[in-house]
């Protein structure tokens, strides 16, 4: 024990000194002030800087020192960094292909993307100096399309918190607030594109790791559904869990961006580098325009109520879509809460195991997952009486069913889980406006959910220690397959999401989490909204977000980031 103590603190202390000595040992230029060629490269879109490549009116040369100055006051700013690929990068971009959809575009990418010769260590110290030996199919795609990838960033050891911190890198603060979460499991992507030091960015999502980032750091992106996006190749911290689907999915400062990278992607034909993509081509996608789009809002989880600021961002939404005549309706569902239940126990069926093989001991972990290993750890007795009494004692039926089923279970028993788990998804078909089946709600169901990605904005730094509990908005668009995108909307307002004296919390997730809900403090924090569509309608989800962002700036309401 005690030598994997110290193996673990040497392994810190090696990354650490080697992503500060290669951030050092960069050309003199890249420690320079910005110039007002950089200024002018950053405010261009992707779409504006692939044109000027292959127009040679810029050099992938130029871009790169332009993004890579930013990327690295950023990480001054926030420790989002963990592989600074930026010496490697200038030969890849000397090299890059100038007639491609991403023609010398830099690229961040999430931590355990797979790229030839770099640690992909999730925050593990146990994988440090372990190189990966090939780049992942996504990688590869991206060099084919131009792109240049220059640095990956941070994620919380296990990619299972909402807040991103380990031992080895470190924690990354949010880019509005200093001392609150960025988010998680891709952190360190959001922050890149809040700031402007990157355009694109490739994150992945289990519970809401792409969108609970988007919210909390006020950046776009959409979740693929299942085989819909490359992830061949990259590491993962638990390989084999598809209990629960995970995916690889972009991320961008804007909405256009966001287009323009998924477009360039099936450009590429991502089913020629990875077999487990579906050869399903970008569609172009025409919403309605004969009758009123239905928007069904799932205003209340019925585990955590949106925070004032959040439910406020929600309800900006609704109103604008119904002034310009669309129709906006509760949502009729299955409970969310079920699936909640469902999803938890899928994850972790292995008791946990398998993101915890890698944990050297005494290295720390996030607040919340080390809460929830340490509760799969404890005998089975012990968490069916600590469910009892919640249940009858507490009055707290939704704590104590989560609780009753958190241990590690048999085959047959997460065989089961998947036969509810289908069971559960084909009740939530029924929902959709053109599903096709008994007990189906016909035109009264509906063509887009609404819901916020997150009861409440960015918390403080440990806040994952109730949070992680709190996840169920997002969570349950993964444990359903759906597309589901986060668009910023606005910023908390001390004066206006002040929460009234009047709340009372209905169970211990929310009185836990709403601890941390202070509007005074978190003044300025972004808040965005969730677009949910069905199974690999990407496209689809994408052109509902256009809408409301078109109709949210004709009526001088558009979100506005952080400046470069």
């Known amino acids: 024990m005690l030598f994997s103590y110290l ?85 890849w971009a000397s090299t ?35 190189p990966m030996a090939a780049d992942g199919a996504l990688v590869r795609l991206l060099r084919d ?41 891709s952190a360190g992507e959001a922050v890149l594109l809040a700031l402007g030091a990157a355009r694109l960015a490739i994150g992945t999502d289990v519970a809401g790791s792409v969108r609970a980032p988007a919210h ?43 287009e323009t990278f998924w477009r360039a992607v099936f450009q590429m034909k991502p089913w020629n580098y990875d077999y487990s993509v579906l050869r399903i081509p970008w569609r172009d996608v025409k919403l309605p325009e004969d009758r009123p789009i239905r928007w069904g809002v799932l205003w209340d989880d019925g585990v955590v109520t949106p925070s004032p600021a959040c439910a406020r961002a929600l309800k900006t939404v609704t109103t604008i879509l119904e002034k310009n005549g669309h129709e906006v309706v509760t949502l009729k569902c299955p409970s969310p809460y079920e699936g909640l239940q469902i999803a938890s126990q899928l994850l972790l069926a292995d008791g946990g195991k398998t993101a915890s093989k890698n944990h050297h001991a005494f290295e720390s972990n996030d607040a919340g997952m080390t809460s929830a290993f340490r509760g799969l750890r404890l005998p089975y007795f012990v968490m069916k009486l600590y469910a009892w009494y919640y249940r009858y004692i507490r009055r707290d039926p939704i704590y104590a069913g989560l609780i009753d089923t958190h241990y590690e279970k048999t085959i047959q028993e997460f065989y089961a889980l998947i036969a509810r788990r289908e069971d559960y ?28 990605p997150n009861s409440l ?3 403080p730094h440990g806040g994952m220690r109730h949070g992680w509990k709190a996840c169920g908005y997002t969570f349950l668009f993964n444990l359903l397959d759906y597309s589901a995108g986060v668009m910023p909307i606005t910023h908390v307002d001390a004066a206006t999401d002040a929460l009234p004296r009047t709340f009372r919390s209905r169970n211990a997730i929310e009185r836990n989490y709403y601890r941390m809900y ?27 977000m256009k809408l409301i962002e078109r ?10 980031g952080l400046p470069l």
């Open 96 to 130: 890059a292909n100038r007639s491609g959809p991403l023609a010398g575009v830099p690229v961040s990418l999430k931590d355990l993307v797979s790229v030839k010769g770099w640690d992909s260590s999730m925050g593990y110290s146990a994988l440090v100096g372990k």
């Open 216 to 258: 909390f750091s006020g950046i776009y992106s959409i979740k693929s559904s299942m085989y819909r996006f490359l992830k061949q190749g990259s590491a993962s911290s638990i390989p084999g869990q598809e209990g629960v689907p995970a995916t690889h999915s972009p991320m961008t400062r804007t909405l256009e961006d966001l």
């Open 425 to 452: 998804r084909s009740r939530w078909f029924k929902v959709w406006r053109d599903a096709e089946a008994e007990g189906r709600q016909g035109d009264e169901g509906v063509d887009f959910i609404l819901t916020v």
């Open 551 to 560: 109709l949210l700036r004709e009526a001088g309401a558009g979100y506005v």
């Open 457 to 459: 904005p960015a918390v």
């Open 145 to 185: 399309a131009g792109a240049v990838p220059y640095v990956k960033t941070n994620v919380p050891m296990t990619m299972l918190s909402l807040e991103s911190t380990n031992d080895v890198f470190g924690s990354t603060e949010n880019p509005h607030k200093k001392g609150y979460t960025s988010g998680g499991s």
């Open 7 to 91: 193996s673990h603190r040497r392994a810190c202390r090696d990354k650490q000194r080697e992503r500060a000595e290669r951030i050092a040992s960069l050309k003199p230029i890249y420690h320079e002030p910005l110039t007002s060629q950089d200024k002018e490269i950053l405010s261009r879109s992707v779409s504006s800087l692939v044109a000027a490549v292959q127009t040679s009116s810029l050099s992938p040369s130029d871009i790169l020192v332009a993004y890579s100055k930013k990327a690295l006051q950023a990480h001054a700013q926030t420790n989002c960094l963990t592989e600074v690929m930026i010496a490697s990068a200038e030969n």
């Open 518 to 544: 202070d509007a005074s403090a978190m003044e300025g924090l972004p808040i965005g909204v969730q677009v949910v569509g069905r199974r690999l309608e990407e496209e689809r989800v994408l052109e509902g």
